[in-house]
């Protein structure tokens, strides 16, 4: 059964077993090819291991099977930040981010990334989001003031940055 292997090489994988978890998740996947979630795993166990060549190729099955799934995006921004490749880090959780706009953790990884891209901006604009996503508006205060500090508060962006910071005020009153 595919599930169970795939679900015995999530167990070993949580518990650092990454022999065992790797040998669980490859042969689920023999014996489910088309399953994008095992894919999707099998890419973490490969890029928590340093075997990033094959976690590219695991990435890349996956999101053949399911191009719209923003876990995928996410769990390959992580394989890209483990090989400095920041800039294409920052393309995969942008793209997470677009396919789950209401989720904070892509916006976390964006903040993270931009920050050690040294966009500033960009960083403190996410990380803000972010914290809008978990409902810690004091935090997405904070980090959003900071953001529209770089961007400038006439500029475009500053605008955009001003109208989210004004409807987070508007709702605390």
């Not at 489910?32 to 890029?47: E, W």
Request: net charge negative; charged share 25%; proline share 5%.
């Amino acid at each position: 059964n595919s599930e169970a292997m795939q679900l015995l090489g999530l167990a070993y994988y949580y518990k650092g077993m990454w022999p065992e978890a790797r040998e669980n998740l490859e042969r689920a996947s023999a014996l489910n090819p088309k399953c994008p979630g095992i894919d999707r795993d099998l890419g973490q166990l490969y890029t928590r291991t340093g075997q990033y060549r094959i976690a590219h190729e695991a990435f890349d099955r996956a999101l053949s099977l399911e191009p719209k799934e923003p876990l995928n995006y996410l769990f390959l921004g992580g394989l890209f930040e483990q090989e400095s490749k920041l800039p294409e880090a920052a393309g995969a959780y942008l793209n997470a981010a677009n396919l789950a706009p209401l989720w904070n953790e892509p916006a976390r990884q964006l903040g993270i990334v931009y920050g050690k891209l040294n966009r500033l901006g960009d960083a403190y604009y996410y990380l803000g989001r972010s914290h809008l996503l978990s409902d810690e508006d004091e935090l997405a205060i904070a980090d959003l003031e900071r953001a529209i500090k770089i961007a400038g508060q006439t500029s475009p962006r500053g605008q955009i940055i001003k109208e989210e910071l004004d409807v987070i005020r508007a709702r605390k009153r």
